[in-house]
Every structure is written in C-alpha cells, then in structure tokens.
T-cell receptor, first 111, second 115 residues
C-alpha cells in the first residue's frame, strides 16, 4: 500500500521561506505531485516531479529524492495568500494507479 | 470552459434519506473521481471511473454508489444517509500527461450535513 506523511501544521512569517516535507512508503510510483487548497476551496495542482531533483515554478519549488523516499515543497517570498493546505500525492505504477494523497499540511503565514 | 462542476453546493439530510450528488466535466477527460474530505483526513477516494462505462471502488466505498452516465457526467448516490457521511465531497477529472504525470481537476465541492 501507500503511506504519505506530512507535518499537520506549519507557521511562517510573510516574506520568509518555508519547506513542507513529504515522506512516503510506496512501492513504485510515477512521480510526486503537490496540490494547494485554500479554506473552503478545491485542491488545485501546483507541481510534479517525475525525476529526482528540483523543479521550479516561480516562487514555488518542489524536490524529490527516491533513494531517500522523501520530497518537499519550498515556498519563497511568502505572501499572506499562501496560507492554505498543501497535499503531496503519488500515482502508483501498479494496482489501480490512481493518485493517492497525503493528509496535508496547513500553512499559516503571519505578518 | 466551466471545468468541473458539482451540484448541489450544500445539502442537509436526515438520517436515512437518500440523495444524488451530480458532477460534470467539459474537458473531455476519461477518468473521473469522487473523494470525501474530513478534517485531518486529507482526501479519501470513494469511487472512480477510468472510462465511460466502468466504475471501481476506492478506499472508502461503503454506503455509496456511482454512475458514469456518459463521458461528461459521474454521479454519487447515498441510498440511506448516516451521520458518518457528513463531509465535503469533491468530484475530480484527470488527464495523464508525459512522464506519468496525472493532473486532477477538482470541482468546488458539496458540503453535506447528515443529522
């Protein structure tokens, strides 16, 4: 089966950098995705890492290390609007191979 | 493009009542999904449909049924609602791109309260 672990809550200051970690136990997957969800809203896709290393999209970067069973989402120049929940997700290569989501990290950005 | 739409947005049911949650997508995606989201539990897959005419159980299917009416529409039915089904329900559709990436597009959600 799959298991994705994330910290439940993170607080950071506006303008700072924050890293949200995702550790996983899963046997074979295509890549690691990240989704953002604001309170009362729907999850929206942020980034995808097919290979090990860093992917950058504006202020957001995502990292994957398959050898360490670990990934993270890095948010730079934090803005108040970044306060949201962030979910990592994997798509297994066997079985139903649907996206499997972690339990999410609630990020609070404070002034 | 409306993307993924869901109706209703809110619903209050009494225990034992039935209802159907509707979902439609206009992105010509083959795969569609129903999730429920409870505080601290993330997104849990109820049912999915990999293509028109097929449906499969997800992680938490008990108490639910689904219908993939056509490529656009995927409905979720609660035959006899229970308080444990109080949750936010999200419908999603997806496309698979290069390198195995699957991007899911979510509807706005249905907030269901079962008394």
């Amino acid at each position: 089966g799959q298991s994705l672990e994330q910290p439940s809550e993170v607080t950071a200051v506006e303008g700072a950098i924050v890293q949200i970690n995702c550790t996983y136990q899963t046997s074979g997957f295509y890549g690691l995705s990240w989704y953002q969800q604001h309170d009362g809203g729907a999850p929206t896709f942020l980034s995808y890492n097919a290979l090990d290393g860093l992917e950058e999209t504006g202020r957001f970067s995502s990292f994957l290390s398959r050898s360490d069973s670990y990934g993270y989402l890095l948010l730079q120049e934090l803005q108040m609007k970044d306060s949201a929940s962030y979910f990592c997700a994997v798509r297994p290569q066997t079985g139903a191979n649907n996206l499997f989501f972690g339990t999410g990290t609630r990020l609070t950005v404070i002034p | 493009n409306a993307g993924v739409t869901q109706t209703p947005k809110f619903q209050v049911l009494k225990t034992g009542q039935s209802m159907t949650l509707q979902c439609a997508q206009d992105m010509n995606h083959n795969s569609m999904y129903w999730y429920r989201q409870d505080p601290g539990m993330g997104l849990r897959l109820i049912y999915y449909s990999a293509s028109e005419g097929t449906t499969d159980k997800g992680e938490v299917p008990n108490g639910y049924n689904v219908s993939r009416l056509n490529k656009r529409e995927f409905s979720l039915r609660l035959e006899s609602a229970a308080p444990s089904q109080t949750s936010v329900y999200f419908c999603a559709s997806s496309e698979v791109q290069g390198a195995g990436q699957e991007t899911q597009y979510f509807g706005p959600g249905t907030r269901l309260l079962v008394l």
